[in-house]
C-alpha cells in the first residue's frame, strides 16, 4: 500500500505518535506527531500525542468521527534500524513487541466496534530503546523523511 493512496478519499483523519520521549528510538511516534503539528495547517487532520497509552486516546479518536486513523510508531519487525514499514495494525505488527501496555491490535478492534474508518500502522524499526538515550541517527533521519512525505500529503488532502 502506498500512502498516498490509503489517504485518497479522507474526510477526516487522526494522526496518533506512540512512544516515550525518553526511551531513544521508542519516541519516533511522538517526534514525528510533534513536527507535523507545527507543519500541517488542515482542518481534516487531528494530531495526538498518545505517548505510551494510546488506549487512553480511544474516546477522543471516536469523539472526532474519523474516516481515517493512522498510527505511528517505532515497531520491531527484523527490519533495519530506521527502516519504515506499513502495516494494517491488526495485523501481526499490531501485536509485536512494543513498549506500550495495550496492543494495537486490541485497540483497533475497539475502534472499529465504535467508528467506521481506515486503520494504518506507520512503524520505524528501532535500533536502541534503552531509557534516557537519543534517539538513534537512522531513526531521525527516518522520522524526518516521514514528516516531509506526510506534511506534503496531509496539507493537500
Not at 517505532?74 to 501496555?101: N, Q, Y
Amino acid at each position: 500500500m502506498e500512502l498516498r493512496e490509503f489517504f485518497s478519499d479522507v474526510e477526516k483523519v487522526v494522526i496518533c505518535g506512540i512512544g516515550n520521549d525518553t526511551r531513544g528510538d521508542d519516541a519516533f511516534g511522538v517526534y514525528v506527531v510533534e513536527r507535523l503539528k507545527e507543519r500541517v495547517f488542515n482542518p481534516k487532520v487531528v494530531f495526538l500525542n498518545c505517548a505510551e497509552m494510546p488506549e487512553s486516546y480511544a474516546g477522543k479518536i471516536i469523539r472526532e468521527r474519523p474516516s481515517h486513523v493512522v498510527f505511528i510508531d517505532a515497531v520491531h519487525f527484523e527490519g533495519k534500524p530506521g527502516e519504515i514499514v506499513l502495516a494494517d495494525p491488526e495485523g501481526t505488527l499490531g501485536e509485536a513487541f512494543s513498549t506500550h501496555r495495550m496492543p494495537l491490535k486490541l485497540l483497533v478492534g475497539y475502534l472499529k466496534q465504535n467508528i467506521d474508518a481506515k486503520f494504518l500502522l506507520i512503524g520505524a524499526q528501532p535500533k536502541q530503546i534503552g531509557f534516557f538515550v537519543e534517539m538513534s541517527k537512522e531513526l531521525k533521519e527516518s522520522a524526518k523523511k516521514l514528516v516531509d512525505v506526510l506534511e506534503q500529503i496531509l496539507n493537500e488532502i
